[in-house]
């Protein structure tokens, strides 16, 4: 493990994130992106995807995003990381959320990146609207889902559905 403190980046961005990368340092010798993009997809009932839409508890997410990124900066020997997911409407090809791994070896890069998405889809308070040609859905959970988690938008709780027994 280096002594050095790592650079950690953290963000919650309006719209796409940016691509843009950081200047890492010298001693490493392996960087990982992951940037996750909103797929084109089509619903059978709803038609094509026109946008994803994250609402997000900002405070809360930033503070959770550092934590993690100096938790696997030091279980991995990361130098450098860069952590940035989108708020508000991410149309198809756009990325939603981009991580960036710099460790002084290739395997905890690419470990040290997964384990940050991973992380990022089961902790942080960050839920994503579907909107389609002709309505809308919300994926319960982020993370490990399928389209059969899919739910009517009339069905959320924050939508006020009488479906509650």
Same mark, same amino acid.
């Given at each position: 493990?280096?002594?050095?403190?790592?650079?950690?980046?953290?963000?919650?961005?309006?719209?796409?994130?940016?691509?843009?990368?950081?200047?890492?340092?010298?001693?490493?010798? %392996?960087?990982? @992106?992951?940037?996750?993009?909103?797929?084109?997809? =089509?619903? *059978?009932?709803? #038609?094509?995807?026109?946008?994803?839409?994250?609402?997000?508890?900002?405070?809360?997410?930033?503070?959770?995003?550092?934590?993690?990124?100096?938790?696997?900066?030091?279980?991995?020997? %990361?130098?450098? @990381?860069?952590?940035?997911?989108?708020?508000?409407? =991410?149309? *198809?090809?756009? #990325?939603?959320?981009?991580?960036?791994?710099?460790?002084?070896?290739?395997?905890?890069?690419?470990?040290?990146?997964?384990?940050?998405?991973?992380?990022?889809?089961?902790?942080?308070?960050?839920?994503?609207?579907?909107?389609?040609?002709?309505?809308?859905?919300?994926?319960?959970?982020?993370?490990?889902?399928?389209?059969?988690?899919?739910?009517?938008?009339?069905?959320?709780?924050?939508?006020?559905?009488?479906?509650?027994?």
């Amino acid at each position: 493990m280096s002594a050095m403190q790592p650079e950690i980046q953290i963000a919650i961005g309006d719209g796409p994130v940016s691509m843009d990368t950081m200047n890492w340092p010298g001693d490493c010798g %392996a960087e990982c @992106i992951f940037v996750g993009r909103t797929r084109d997809e =089509v619903h *059978p009932k709803y #038609g094509k995807l026109i946008r994803l839409s994250y609402e997000v508890y900002e405070p809360m997410s930033l503070k959770l995003m550092q934590t993690m990124c100096e938790e696997i900066a030091k279980q991995f020997d %990361a130098r450098a @990381i860069r952590m940035i997911h989108s708020k508000g409407d =991410v149309a *198809p090809g756009e #990325g939603s959320v981009v991580i960036q791994v710099a460790t002084p070896h290739r395997s905890e890069s690419f470990t040290a990146c997964k384990a940050l998405i991973d992380r990022l889809k089961h902790e942080l308070p960050i839920w994503k609207r579907e909107i389609w040609e002709s309505g809308e859905t919300y994926v319960e959970g982020c993370c490990a889902h399928h389209p059969d988690d899919r739910k009517d938008i009339s069905e959320h709780p924050s939508q006020g559905s009488q479906n509650h027994g």
